[in-house]
């Protein structure tokens, strides 16, 4: 056969070269290579659109928490998701529902890039754990990262690889409705807890983020969102070098350390530049000092909202100053997907930084083994045996219980007695299966927590009569909708007023509602909403014998409650588990261990309030006038301060040692105290140590956390807690950003709060 047909010559040619096509396309599927080098290959196949394209990331089925983008339609979306122009989306949940997103990407566009599937897992997934700020007061480090474990196994069944958590934002200002976010006002505690929340949700090693039960983390808001002025969320936040390099960073620094494999930016402006367009933050911190290989998401449209703080003049202007300062991919302002292929071919954005964003967010995608399995997160059966588990529902009941602090407890009211007690048990929320739940629960159903009633019905030995006493709320709670107080309703009082007359006890559960904390909730006032302290004192009128349990996502400020009411318990939003964990406590089937993560001030006024604040020039009163930094009207100490806790056994702290008097820079400082439960119930206790470094180039805070030890002791037994100072405890940031240990000499302080403890000194030469 001298010539072949030229049919089939065209045939075999074609096949031929769709092979080489299909080869070079492929090969970055290839599992032999490395990330690094599959990376590479996909980039170098992508167009300018394509790589856009994995730079934006359009919200799912509903707009969860900002303003519908202008444009912004499902039609629309589905269209550039099927053009290879979405890297990302959120909030799109079920193994089902994402499955068949995951299918347009892979199946319909181009080059089959998978996406990454982001949702605010923030306190459990359907199985809901308690607010962070509740967790943090557990200072229970494994606890912690179990609770984000049941967060990513549930989250992960459900189709999702990527939580928008944990938010490390340290705050000192109770009015931010955020705080409850966060793990509260200490940068040491933050980033411990930020250290055990990201290895819960993405496992202990970098290979684990292959795993199917684990999902990639986000350390939120970088940066300086918690320092928004007047607590007023979104709202501006100018600070000074010193605070935002020794507060404000540390946590974000231990998480990038960690690995967390994800940063967002945050709505507000530092120092005037948009966080979201702040080259400082996220170039020359993030992504230079810090060497963070993982990508930025922009918060929210906080790409356009540059225009509103009067940043950029219009979307393209948007878009360059974000793409240019460092954010990788823009939430929800559908601005990159328009602009940015532009701004490239005009030579405003290098397309050298779009190359560094699109491997960042390739990078993860394939350590999360979506290009070798796109639909691992998809497995229907496994969807219905882990959400909602048995497991899951202990974890999280366990959480809730180490979550509980003892505020208050005279005349031994608590723990209760089991048996032959009339306890009357009032207020609305006692009785709420939803307020519990906290803000973010998106994924759970409402009305799934367990009350407090049905707990408490739990323990039968007693007679438990509920009076509600008055209503919280108006009408329909949501997560989107401004709440409506109960104000004048109070006709279930007297009826109140007439059970707890003759009751042994009267547990009172009053406080915030779960919806009136998280984003967009700031408060000027922190006491008790409503008419619940009217109620409050009514009752106390006709019984004193009160048990106060708060449900609370922030510090409140309860002066009259602390001064007259004999027992306090603080429960927060305790999730799921809520009324089973308040009962057991309040029972003594668990002995409270919780200590507070947030100061809680005497008033409004005192905010913001912190322990690790700085001397002054007159922080006494030494002449016996008013010129002393104090208020006339209120003592400027805190109502509770940070790290207290009470238990319902007592511990004694004897014998503070340091292993030297005199030190050399990198010589570690040993210290040693002897921690003996003196009472009558087994307990834990939290030890803490404080430091003081008393001379520094910058002045220093009065005391600093620098360590603390969770210990578990029978009743009569004593243990020695040792903790050991090296540079990375005994030094601060100057305002270049400099870590400086200096000579000198320092004060410790160990004890069972940051108020007081035994104390001791040392010096380094
Ligand atoms: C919040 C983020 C959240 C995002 C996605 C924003 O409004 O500030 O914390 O992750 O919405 O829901």
Known sequence: MKNKPFFLTAFITLIFT????????????????????????????????????????????????????????????????????????????????????????????????????????????????????????????????????????????????????????????????????????????????????????????????????????????????????????????????????????????????????????????????????????????????????????????????????????????????????GSDMDMESHLYVAELAKLVKDGKVKESLIDDAVSRILRVKFELGLFDNPYKYCDEKREKEVIGSKANNEAVLDMAKKSIVLLKNKKDLLPLKKSGQKIVLIGALANDKNSPLGSWRIASDDNTAVSVLEGMRQYKGNKLIFEKGADLTVGNTSFTAELVFNTTDKSGFEKAKKAATNADVVVMVLGEHGFQSGEGRSRTNLDLPGVQQELLEEIYKVNSNIVLVLNNGRPLALPWATEHVPAIVEAWHLGTQTGNAVAQVLYGDYNPSGKLPMSFPRNVGQVPIYYNNYNTGRPI?????????????????????????????????????????????????VVSVDVTNSGNYNGKEVVQLYLHDEVASLARPVKELKGFELVDLKKGETKTVTFTL????????????????????????????????????FEIK
């Open 621 to 669: 009163n030494s002449d016996k006038n008013v010129f002393w930094s104090h208020y006339t009207d209120v003592e400027k100490t805190p109502l509770f301060p940070f790290g207290f806790g009470l238990s319902y056994t007592t511990f004694d702290y004897k014998n503070l040692k340091i292993n030297k008097a005199v030190f050399a820079k990198e010589e570690s400082v």
């Open 726 to 761: 090296t540079e990375k405890e005994l030094g601060f940031y100057d305002n270049e950003g400099n870590y400086l240990v200096e000579p000198g000499a320092f004060k410790i302080m160990v004890g069972g709060s940051s108020e007081k403890g035994l104390e001791s000194s």
């Open 18 to 325: 769709n092979n080489i096509m299909n080869a070079q396309k492929k090969d970055y599927l290839d599992k032999t290579k490395s990330i690094e080098e599959r990376v590479n290959l996909l980039l170098k196949q992508m167009t300018i659109e394509e790589k856009v394209g994995q730079m934006n990331q359009y919200n799912g089925f509903w707009e969860v928490t900002g303003p519908a983008p202008k444009g912004g339609n499902a039609e629309l979306k589905y269209q550039h998701l099927r053009n290879g122009w979405v890297g990302s989306m959120l909030s799109v949940r079920g193994a089902k529902e994402v499955k068949a997103v995951q299918k347009i990407a892979v199946e319909e566009t181009r080059l089959g890039i998978p996406l990454i599937i982001g949702f605010d897992v923030i306190h459990g997934y359907k199985t809901l754990s308690p607010i962070p700020l509740a967790e943090a007061a557990s200072w229970d480090l494994e606890a912690i990262k179990k609770s984000a474990q049941v967060a990513a196994d549930e989250a992960s069944a459900s189709g999702i690889n990527w939580t928008f958590g944990p938010n490390v934002d340290i705050s000192n200002d109770a009015r931010w409705g955020r705080v409850m976010e966060g793990a509260g006002e200490d940068p040491y505690l933050g980033s411990k807890i930020a250290i055990a929340r990201i290895t819960g949700f993405q496992g202990d090693n970098k290979s684990d983020l292959a795993k199917t039960n684990t999902i990639a983390a986000c350390a939120k808001h970088f940066a300086a969102y918690g320092f928004a002025e007047s607590g007023r969320d979104y709202n501006t936040v100018d600070m000074s070098n010193s605070k935002l390099y020794n507060t404000v960073l540390p946590p974000f620094k231990a998480a990038s350390t960690a690995g967390v494999r994800t940063f967002m930016n945050s709505f507000n402006i530092l120092n005037g530049v948009p966080a979201t367009g702040n080259a400082f933050l996220q170039r020359d911190i993030l992504k230079g000092k810090w060497k963070f290989d993982g990508f930025v998401v922009s918060d929210w449209a906080s790409v356009r909202e540059m225009i509103t703080h009067g940043f950029a003049k219009d979307g393209a202007e948007a878009t360059e100053k974000a793409v240019n300062a």
